[in-house]
Structure formats: structure tokens, C-alpha cells
């Protein structure tokens, strides 16, 4: 063991003593000092990500990420679109993790509504307002060696909806129609 991994194990327990408290058992202070070493040892290491873009019940776009070190995603959507963004955190292992995950839109909510689950591991994106570049980051403050996730979405107008024009009737048989637009 390294001078600096012999550092962090002390930490750790000395750490887990004070988070376990007087009079805990010396089995509850090993467990807890080897969970805060493995978190400072080997953080997270992989932030894998799904992102789906529908609108309605039809899936526009489905991106999917497996490592989301160096992964940017950048799409496009309409005013009628909506993201839904689910991430899977794993430790150095492949093992899952239930880390509490940051979510952060760059816009402060002007252009999109960032609705986070309750677990914090996924979360629906809604246009409120046409934008581009609007990042979406999320981040996992227990890792922080571990590579964000983020995703910029340019929000455009939302299809046709209705079509106006006006008819003209020419009251004389052989007149030529109205000259057009």
C-alpha cells in the first residue's frame, strides 16, 4: 500500500469514527471506513446515458450511451417534443450504484423544464421556449472524478398547424383570377 493510499484509508477512518459515533461497534466502523475508501479510491467510473426524444407516444430520436466520458450529445427538437433522459451509473466493477445524481439546465428554466425523478437517474426535458444550445449536465457529486454527461438541445418551432388564406370570387365569367401571392 502507497504512502497516499495508506493517507486516504486513514481518513476514511477516522472519517467513519466520527460518522458512526461514540460506542459504535468496531464492525460497523470497518464496514463504513472500507465504503469511504472504495468512494475516494475509485469513484464512479461510468455514467452510461439513454436519451429518447418523442412526440406524443412516437419516439423521434433514441440516442444511447454506454460511457459518458467525452460524449456530448447535441440534437434538435420542436415546441411539440419532449426528452426523456435516463442514466446508469456503475462503480469501477460494472456493478450499479445508487449515487444521487446533479441535474443542471444552462438556461435557469427560459427555454426548457427539467423535471427530475424522485431517485434522481433520469428526467423528462419540456420546451417552454425556442433556443439553442441549451445544455442539459448531470453530474454525480459523491464521484467527482467521474465524467459528466451532457446533453445540448437546439428547440425550434413546432410543425405547421394551420394554414390561412383567403378566396376571392370573380363575379365576371371570363376574368382572369387574382394574381397570387
Known amino acids: 500500500m502507497g504512502h497516499v493510499s495508506r493517507r486516504l484509508l486513514a481518513a476514511a477512518v477516522q472519517a467513519a469514527a466520527a460518522q458512526c459515533g461514540p460506542g459504535a461497534s468496531s464492525d460497523a466502523v470497518m464496514a463504513s471506513t472500507w465504503d ?39 440534437t434538435a427538437m420542436t415546441m411539440d417534443d419532449t426528452a426523456d433522459i435516463v442514466i446508469s451509473t456503475t462503480d469501477d466493477h460494472g456493478d450499479p450504484t445508487a449515487d444521487q445524481l446533479s441535474w443542471v439546465a444552462s438556461d435557469g428554466g427560459a427555454n426548457l423544464t427539467l423535471t427530475v425523478s424522485d431517485d434522481t437517474q433520469s428526467a423528462h426535458v419540456a420546451p417552454v421556449a425556442e433556443g439553442t444550445g441549451i445544455t442539459v449536465t448531470v453530474t454525480d457529486p459523491s464521484a467527482p472524478g467521474a465524467p459528466a454527461f451532457v446533453a445540448s438541445f437546439d428547440i425550434g418551432p413546432g410543425p405547421t398547424s394551420q394554414l390561412v388564406g383567403t378566396v376571392t370570387v370573380n363575379a365576371g365569367a371570363n376574368a382572369a383570377p387574382p394574381a397570387g401571392p
Not at 50 to 72: C, K, L, M
Open 36 to 74: 469511504l475508501y472504495r468512494r475516494l479510491s475509485r469513484p464512479t467510473a461510468w455514467m452510461g446515458a439513454d436519451v429518447t426524444i418523442s412526440r406524443g407516444t412516437t419516439v423521434r430520436a433514441f440516442y444511447q450511451f454506454t460511457d459518458a466520458e467525452g460524449e456530448h450529445l447535441m
